[in-house]
């Protein structure tokens, strides 16, 4: 996997000769690197665009946000993949190279909560999630959160969780623990989104996150408020774009300059109901309501 | 050109398609032979090669073997404490080894001296068949019907746990040992079967004082066999164990294996960073420990065959 993704960028360094956007035998390639969190979908969207123009190869890279990001600010690509924001020092630093990076929203990332269907619970407080979750967090089981569930006599909160990289962990940390605080030890960590729901919708116990695609009608979806006051929001696609969500992030292509050419017109047709409705089946919100068929 | 024989000589030296062609299979099958020592000392140095850096810079012994926290990618106190991972191995191996060394001797004794004709070949056929299914699909078992059955039978929150994989890993590491168990079995001579019969022993006591003592290095090859196969199984320890950093205490709480873990977190860890090597690290111990239960296993079978 790894050597493939090795010998991929080497394939794809060779095509462009260290200049981005080469024309090649009449065919203009678009370089396209970064989250690998985008990365699923950003290959649909190529895979997609040759249908839409032919004459427009795009090749896409992963390596995660800080890969695209750097190649960004050494002008290797013209399109860097993020599922953050640059830093200001990244942003000085491309500004030094004499790039000037143009953020796109192509998408949003809602994190959904999951747990049991018999589980009665409402919704969560942030800062409860964080006591479940969170390393030192004081919360073990769901009558500390005056819950019985029926079929889990335990009683123990079973925390479902993923593997310690992934895009989705990370942001669960940030979003819900902060930066500064890990996960607490002893949570199953499954390899999938669809693992993480399989495993909640058949353990009364358990709570788990994923990305909101991934939810189905045997798993309840309780509200996150931020506060013991505020307002719980569900999560859905509205929420996460109009972000009331509080576990929603957007997800960001940045272009090297104002996108001219080529690259503009791919970044039109990725805001396009067509681009958007793919980014919607792979498992994200797209940057507005669309209708797919 | 030697004389005595000029027609044989010539017939011997004369370099026809049929002298290229043996030269050839013979290159060929030298390269066969070799091939497995080359690739044992080249992955042996690849993964040393990609763990040395942190065996030698963050690595402490204490920390690896003596803390259960495995944080790699803590941003402000990242910890490598391989603890609770060697002991999640340790209890899914060991709990599989329970229940396969009862069932694959049990087995390989019904074959070797109870069963004939017919019924002993499809019972070898078949042991030999469970170990042709993919540890994919054990996992798959332990996750979809293994799970809500233990939750159901034993009423515990959650049924990925060291019960779920050590009784998968059991019927993984069954075949194997039952067939070199029955090898062992079968190179007993039957002189002295026929002794212990002609003293009025019954067959039962003819198996139990005679056949198994003699067998037993053999046999305990074949344990050690299945241990090594536990050790190293991955796929469907990753799904049925929960995959939980846990110091477990019972059958019923969730653990991680060190091949699970390596699994999981090589495929998006970057390459040269101090989680990649420690993760190397997790594998070199991992090398080590099937090295030294595979090594000892061949002597004891070479004992055997000395006898």
């Known amino acids: 996997m790894r050597n493939r993704l090795a010998l991929g960028v080497v394939v794809l360094l060779v095509l462009a000769c260290g200049r981005p956007s080469g024309e090649r035998g009449g065919r203009a390639l678009i370089q396209n690197k970064g989250s690998d969190t985008l990365v699923n979908v950003a290959q649909a969207w190529a895979e997609a665009y040759k249908e839409v123009n032919p004459n427009v190869g795009i090749a896409v890279t992963g390596g995660g ?43 949003f990332d809602a994190l959904a909560v999951f747990v049991h269907p018999d589980n009665p619970v409402e919704g969560f407080t942030r800062a409860q999630l964080a006591e479940i979750y969170g390393e ?33 962990y990370v942001y669960f940390q940030e979003a819900v623990l902060g930066k500064e605080r890990d996960f607490k030890l002893g949570s199953r960590d499954m390899h999938g989104s669809k693992d993480v729901v399989d495993l909640v919708e058949n353990t009364p116990c358990a709570i788990g996150y994923s990305g909101l695609a991934y939810a189905n009608e045997h798993v309840k979806m309780p509200c996150v408020s931020t506060s013991d006051n505020g307002t ?22 940045y272009s090297a300059g104002q996108p ?19 980014i919607q089946d792979k498992g994200y919100a797209p940057v507005r309501a669309v209708s797919c068929g | 050109m030697p004389q005595a024989s000029p027609r044989g000589g010539d017939a011997i030296d004369r370099r026809n398609l049929d002298w290229y ?60 404490g391989a603890l609770a991972l060697i002991a999640g191995t340790a209890s899914v191996t060991g709990l599989a080894m329970v229940i396969a060394v009862p069932f694959s001797l049990g087995a390989a004794i019904f074959i070797g001296e109870f069963a004939t004709g017919k019924p002993r070949e499809y019972l070898k056929v078949l042991v030999e068949l469970l ?66 019969e002609a003293l009025g022993a019954t067959r039962w006591q003819v198996i139990l004082r005679v056949v198994i003592p003699a067998a037993k290095p053999g046999l305990l090859a074949a344990v050690l066999l299945g241990v090594g196969r536990g050790f190293g199984e991955t796929m469907a320890v990753l799904m049925a164990s929960g995959h939980s950093i846990n110091l477990p205490t019972s059958v019923f709480d969730s653990v991680r294996a060190l091949t699970a873990t390596i699994a999981a977190e090589l495929g998006e860890t970057a ?37």
């Not at chain 1, 600010?73 to 860097?80: C, E, F, K, M, R």
């Not at chain 2, 070799?34 to 990609?50: C, N, P």
């Not at chain 2, 030698?56 to 920390?63: A, C, H, L």
Request: aromatic share 10%.
């Open chain 1, 136 to 168: 030192g967090g004081s919360v073990e089981g769901w009558d500390q959160l005056g819950l019985a569930i029926p079929g889990c006599d335990s009683n123990e909160i079973v925390r479902v969780s993923r593997q310690n990289n992934s895009g989705t």
């Open chain 1, 65 to 107: 946000s800080g890969t695209g990001i750097s190649a960004m600010i050494n002008g290797t690509v013209d399109l860097a993949n993020a599922s953050r924001k640059m830093k200001d020092k990244e942003l000085e630093a491309a500004r030094a190279n004499g790039i000037e990076p143009v953020e796109f929203v192509v998408g």
């Open chain 1, 260 to 278: 001219q050419g080529i690259v503009k017109v791919y970044l039109d047709w990725i805001l396009s109901d067509a681009a958007q409705c793919i």
């Open chain 2, 21 to 80: 062609i043996d030269k050839g299979v013979q290159v060929l099958v030298f390269i066969g032979g070799v091939s497995g020592i080359l690739f044992v000392i080249s992955i042996f140095v690849f993964i040393t090669k990609e763990g040395l850096g942190f065996l030698t810079e963050q690595f402490s012994i204490g920390e690896f073997f003596g803390s259960p926290r495995w944080a790699p990618t803590s941003s402000h106190n990242p910890t490598y």
């Open chain 2, 271 to 307: 390459v040269g960073s101090d989680h990649y090597r420690a993760l190397f690290t997790l594998g070199i111990f991992l090398f080590v420990v099937t090295f030294v239960i595979n090594l000892t296993a061949d002597l004891v079978v070479r004992g055997i065959r000395r006898k």
């Open chain 2, 131 to 196: 170990a042709a299914i993919p540890s994919v699909v054990w996992g798959f078992i332990g996750l979809s019907i293994m799970n809500p059955l233990i939750i159901k039978l034993f009423n515990v929150p959650v049924g990925l746990n060291v019960l779920n994989s050590g009784f998968i890993l059991g019927l993984m590491a069954a075949p194997i040992m039952t067939t070199i168990a029955e090898d062992a079995l079968k190179a007993v001579p039957d002189t002295y079967r026929e002794a212990a």
């Open chain 1, 232 to 253: 719980c929001v569900f999560p859905s696609s509205e929420t996460a774009i109009d972000g009331s969500y509080p576990i929603a992030r957007p997800l960001l292509m």
